[in-house]
């Protein structure tokens, strides 16, 4: 830690970039990147000028840094722009497929789309209203089964657990999450042969699967959001003579209840997009079906599989179903995402952040 | 938390309470036409999955009191599935084999019945290709079996080039797609080269694509397809209806090349012989690769259905739309919108007679 | 950490004699019985589809070889063994490439970004977690591959001599590394999120007391942010591994896959994934071979349940020194 002031300089200010410097040194980069975009890539590059011109800027912001403001300043420095710029590096591939959605699937985002089946549609028209309320179906029961028996489980593992049980949940928990979901579907799939004879394919049979996967991803993240609740709060429940489940139902649970309630929320964004078992479990349909305990429901995300990949001769068609598909199941996630923060928000403790 | 819950909670009471219904689909009430009603759930192949569509389109709206699913999860699920009874019908690229035949056998079939594989789905497989300044290209067997076994790797190898007088051929790589899925379009396209070049093709015909020969694989027809469209210098093996935007190769068959066509798919069909020690009314055919005149490279689809079924309900259903299928309307409107080969009316009738004798 | 299971629910000296209620309340015993028993449900829910797997791979793992490869299908364990490579060698490099990214967001989340400012960043994020593996299928194929494969053919041209680098460059870009990206994309909004709310519970006071020493914004974090947090990085990213590992869809369409063992991350001969190959030839497979494709899911689980273990030693050997007290 060699930080040398020249004695001659003394102001407060001294040996401090000001603050606009970081952004003139990116304007530089990026401008003098661009300016040998030619010689380096044979005409301009976008990509290859921002991957440069970054480059750039880190080396040359680094070494002013540590020449004007001292090693441990600019390190911190340093930090703070890779930092900042893996939330950028992030933003490209949302930016990109966002746009890919939204560009391809808003010109079929009519209200046929959601007023149509596909129910004797070949080309043109038709629209996903049996895939949306199917998707509905399926995810609703899955959550039904899936959060009770996750929760619980969580609350007993990070709340009660001692001793083998708890140990072989933990264990088994973890390798549930290593089901591949293809299997989870298969798993349903041979379940309700078992039960309803064989080739029982059901909307439920579909929640079955989805359940299987959820189940460790909301007992994953509830059991170490649980365990981060700090044990004071606990031991001034006692002190009250407090009852554990009460401590837990009322101290601990709202305390973590932002992070319970994004962690649910992730778990539902994580199986609603799943193609795999449903395509096994649930089945496909060109109709409406209302009724979760027979006959194969469509879901949201096998109908834009099946729109992509089943094409008839008129493909531009069926694209544009596949991209609008995927639209509506990208804001259907995001208006659960903003009923689950909206809770989140308003019931969570302050925390002073 | 418990907002949480009893929030999902409603949500799935709202989603239950809702009388959901689609613009396009009647209510059940009014009178059905056609006289027919319930539901007939189907099988099998992907190849059928387009025509599928329109046909299960056509029957709906002359029968509106049944509802086709079809579910186009693949030959194999198809043939399971109709084994193990989980459908009516099954639909698969290759008929059953022989040890797979036998009375008995199928769940939802009669005690004393065996299945029938009857032919209602011909379609030729182009070769297609995506390569700078290059719009017309011939190939026989033993070049095309040299370029997807990786042995041809540039454009301008001279195999190519002899069969191509007057093309100016790039000095790029090959890239050559193969379906990366187990499917009964590489089976065809596989039992095809084997047939045609066994010197060069020495795998015997296989779904899967032999592990010896690399290559860009792709999931499906759609994404062979995106990706012989999306890459440079690339080929690969496609559904003829699949392949409308791109090059298609003509293929050499006896002394001249050919552009696949619906008719040379149905001649070749016609050139074939069945499967020998089936019952009279079972159409299993050996598929014939190199009768000139034809185009050889094509892929078969059957219905798989029983001879006599367990529930007369499934007979009467399975029946009407099978029946339907193989009719000279069914395989028009097949060919309209999947760009499928049309039976010809000699295989129609025999597949007609099969048909009416379900029981 | 530790010890959050063992505070006792009346605090009674030994030698006071016990008033009116030693016996435990009605409400806690209705608790921690439904709470174990969902624990008990979800180890039967597990047995069922671990007795599933079993005994549908049973077939395909006793019989010969032999009559694997009449089928045409080759001798079980080496059949298996390219695609379980494939698995880990695409996961592996999808953590290198999210686990860095995923761990500075959270940061830039919690504690650089405006306050005001941080709940809409951290939505912003989640957003990638809506998008189902379907559209990260079709965007990885149409839109990502073809924008890399300049990139890579430069790579190949110039940084060849790397063996990671060599072979021939893809002519279509759909590589193993696409593959990687896509899944990194995949996995990142969960390593994101977990992070955030593991680097938000750090004690103010910690954080205060190395600001009060003069350190920097980095060296708050370095000294009292990641250590704390260690442990719940650590599970978010095998929860992001585990993802990783049995995403099925974006693989099998992105993923240009072979039956190969490749380390070379930008050629068109890439190992496949069990999880792709079992969707890619699942709907397709009759008599043995499902048995053999189930066997396959078999490995897949053992693969997972050993990287979990390894992950449960990590994690067990560092919550000694985090702690929630």
């Not at chain 1, 193609?275 to 479990?281: H, K």
């Not at chain 2, 459908?87 to 019945?113: H, I, L, Q, T």
């Not at chain 2, 798989?304 to 259903?317: F, G, N, P």
């Amino acid at each position: 830690m060699s930080i040398q002031t020249s004695p001659a300089v003394n102001h407060l200010t001294a040996n401090q970039l000001p603050r606009w410097t970081p952004w003139a040194v990116l304007g530089g980069c990026l401008l003098v990147a661009a300016a040998l975009s030619g010689p380096m890539f044979g005409g301009f590059n976008l990509a290859g000028v921002a991957f440069v011109g970054v480059l750039a800027f880190l080396v040359v912001m680094h070494v002013l840094a540590t020449v004007v403001e001292g090693r441990r300043k600019a390190t911190d420095r340093l930090l703070t722009h890779l930092v900042a710029g893996a939330f950028c590096l992030a933003l490209i591939p949302l930016v990109s497929l966002l746009f890919e959605t939204l560009a391809k699937g808003l010109p079929r985002f009519d209200v046929r789309f959601f007023t149509y089946s596909m129910r004797n549609v070949v080309s043109d028209g038709g629209g996903a209203i049996h895939a949306l309320y199917g998707t509905l179906y399926v995810a609703g029961f899955a959550s039904v089964v899936s959060i009770p028996i996750g929760l619980m489980t969580a609350i007993y593992l990070a709340e009660y657990g001692r001793g083998p049980l708890a140990k072989a949940i933990t264990f088994f928990v973890d390798v549930m999450t290593g089901i591949p979901s293809i299997v989870a579907g298969l798993f349903a799939y041979a379940l309700m042969s078992v039960l309803f004879g064989p080739g029982t394919i059901m909307g439920f049979s579909g929640s079955i699967a989805l359940s299987v996967l959820m189940i460790p991803v909301i007992v994953r993240s509830v059991e170490e959001l649980l365990r981060l609740v700090p044990n004071e709060l606990r031991e001034a429940a006692y002190a009250l003579g407090v009852p554990k489940w009460r401590t837990i139902v009322q101290v601990v649970l709202p305390t973590a209840i932002s992070g319970i309630v994004s962690g649910i929320i992730l778990s539902i964004a994580r199986i609603i997009g799943e193609t795999a078992p449903l395509m096994i479990a649930a089945g496909f349909t060109a109709s409406l079906n209302n009724n979760p305990f027979a006959n194969p429901m469509m879901t949201l995300p096998v109908f834009v599989y099946d729109q992509y990949a089943y094409p008839g001769v008129e493909r531009e068609f069926f694209d544009q179903r596949a991209w609008t598909g995927a639209l509506t199941l990208i804001l259907l996630v995001m208006l659960l995402n903003l009923i689950g923060r909206l809770i989140a928000s308003r019931f969570a403790p302050k925390t002073g952040r | 938390m418990k907002i949480t819950k009893a929030s999902l909670a409603l949500t799935a009471a709202l989603a239950l309470s809702l009388t959901a219904c689609a613009a396009n689909e009647g209510t059940k009430t009014t009178a059905s036409t056609g006289g027919l009603s319930g539901t007939l759930a189907g099988k099998g192949s992907s190849a059928m999955s387009a025509a599928q569509k329109q046909w299960i389109t056509d029957f709906q709206t002359k029968n509106t009191g049944v509802t086709v699913n079809y579910s186009p999860d693949g030959s194999g699920a198809g043939r399971d599935g109709f084994t193990s009874g989980a459908v009516a019908f099954g639909a698969s690229d290759r008929p059953f084999n022989d040890s797979e035949m036998g009375v008995g056998k199928f769940a939802k079939c009669a005690a004393d019945s065996n299945a029938l594989n009857l032919p209602v789905y011909i379609s030729p497989i182009a070769v297609v290709f995506n390569v700078t300044g290059v719009d017309k290209l011939n190939l026989d067997a033993a070049t095309t079996a040299g370029i997807f076994s990786g042995a041809i790797k540039t454009w301008n190898d001279p195999k190519i080039v002899a069969l191509n007088p007057g093309v100016t051929l790039p000095a790029a790589n090959i890239t050559a797609v193969h379906r990366s899925d187990d499917s009964g379009t590489t089976d065809n396209f596989t039992d095809w080269l084997n047939a045609n070049a066994a010197t060069v093709w020495t795998n015997a015909h296989s779904g899967t694509w032999p592990a010896a020969y690399a290559g860009e694989a792709a999931k499906g027809t759609a994404g062979v397809v995106d990706t012989v469209t999306k890459g440079q210098n690339t080929i690969g093996y496609v559904d003829d209806s699949a392949a409308a935007k791109l090059g298609k190769a003509s293929i050499k068959v006896g002394d001249a090349f050919v552009q696949p066509t619906a008719e040379g798919a149905a001649k070749m069909v016609d050139a074939s012989a069945q499967v020998a020690g089936r019952a009279a009314n079972d159409l299993a055919f050996k598929l014939s690769r190199t009768t000139a005149g034809t185009y050889p490279l094509a892929l078969v689809s059957y219905a798989l259905v029983c001879q006599q079924y367990k529930a007369a309900s499934d007979a009467t259903l399975v029946k009407a739309y099978i029946g339907y299928i193989a009719s000279a309307d069914g395989q028009a409107s097949a060919a309209k919108s999947a760009l499928a080969a049309p039976l010809s009316s000699a295989l129609q009738a025999k597949v007609k007679t099969a048909v009416d004798s379900i029981k | 950490m530790t010890d959050t299971t063992t505070a006792p629910p009346v605090a009674t000296g030994p030698t006071v004699p016990p008033p009116q209620r030693p016996k435990r309340r009605l409400g806690d015993v209705i608790f921690s019985r439904l709470s174990s028993g969902s624990g008990f449900l979800i180890l039967i829910i597990l047995a069922a589809v671990a007795a599933f797997l079993l005994v549908q791979a049973f077939p395909a793992l006793v019989s010969s070889p032999e009559v694997l490869k009449t089928k045409g299908y080759g001798e079980f364990w080496s059949w298996v063994l390219p695609f379980a490579f494939g698995t880990v060698w695409s996961s592996l490099w999808a953590l290198i490439l999210a686990v860095p990214v995923s761990i500075g967001i959270a940061l830039f989340i919690t504690h650089y970004a405006p306050r005001r400012l941080a709940r809409t960043l951290g939505y912003i994020i989640d957003l990638l977690a809506a998008v189902p593996s379907v559209v990260f299928g079709l965007w990885g194929t149409m839109t990502l591959a073809p924008a890399t494969q300049p990139v890579y053919q430069w790579l190949n041209t110039y940084l060849g001599f790397i063996p990671l680098f060599g072979g021939e460059a893809s002519g279509t870009g759909r590589t193993l590394l696409t593959a990687a990206i896509v899944l990194a994309v995949m996995i990142l909004p969960i390593i994101t999120s977990l992070c955030r709310e593991v680097f938000l519970q750090t004690p103010r006071l910690h954080e205060e007391a190395a600001l009060a020493l003069g350190a920097t914004r980095w060296e708050t974090i370095k000294l009292a942010v990641l250590p704390y947090g260690r442990a719940g990085t650590v599970a978010a990213v095998m929860l992001g591994l585990g993802r990783a590992l049995g995403e099925t869809m974006a693989v099998a369409m992105v993923l240009s896959g072979n039956q190969v063992i490749n380390f070379r991350l930008l050629t068109s001969d890439n190992p496949n994934t069990v999880a792709a190959m079992i969707a890619q030839n699942f709907p397709e497979a009759s008599g043995i071979r499902i048995n053999e494709l189930i066997a396959a899911g078999l490995v897949l689980f053992v693969i997972t349940l050993i990287i979990n273990s390894i992950a449960r030693l990590i994690i067990s050997r560092y919550s000694e020194f985090s702690g929630a007290n």
